[in-house]
């Protein structure tokens, strides 16, 4: 089975409905419901979802949402190691620095998937983008 390591943006794409971007998304996570591969995000990007959803949905709906969600993704915890990688490292957006480092925490990675490529260069394992990564299913 697939290990794939979810960004922030899509998750987002996934609650918010953003289309067009929605249908992959919705297409990956489809896809861990089947089980046919297992997704990971960080701690960071979990938080983070809620941060930027809750100007747009009402609390109690996006915290169900996102309990639902932890049945389909394994939260990767930012911890020490992460955030000491993180700042040492020469990626420019710490923001994204933490997700690559919590991405390599996890064993056996196959893919990051984001919208975000140009950030995500030079992260150690393969990333690709939402329609990209379909292909590999």
Sequence with gaps: M??????TNIL???LADRPPFSKFA?????????NKVKLHTSSHSFATTHY????YMVETKLRAALTTLLDLISIVPVNFDVIKKSLASDHKDFEDAIQIFAANSVENLD?????NLRDFKNAGITVLSPDEVLNHF
């Excluded at 893919?111 to 919208?115: E, K, L, M, N, P």
């Design 26 to 34: 919705i297409a990956l996570f489809d896809l861990a419901e089947k």
């Design 2 to 7: 697939k290990q794939v390591f979810v960004d």
């Design 12 to 14: 987002v794409d996934l």
């Design 111 to 115: 893919f990051i998937v984001t919208r």
């Design 52 to 55: 930027l959803l809750k100007k």
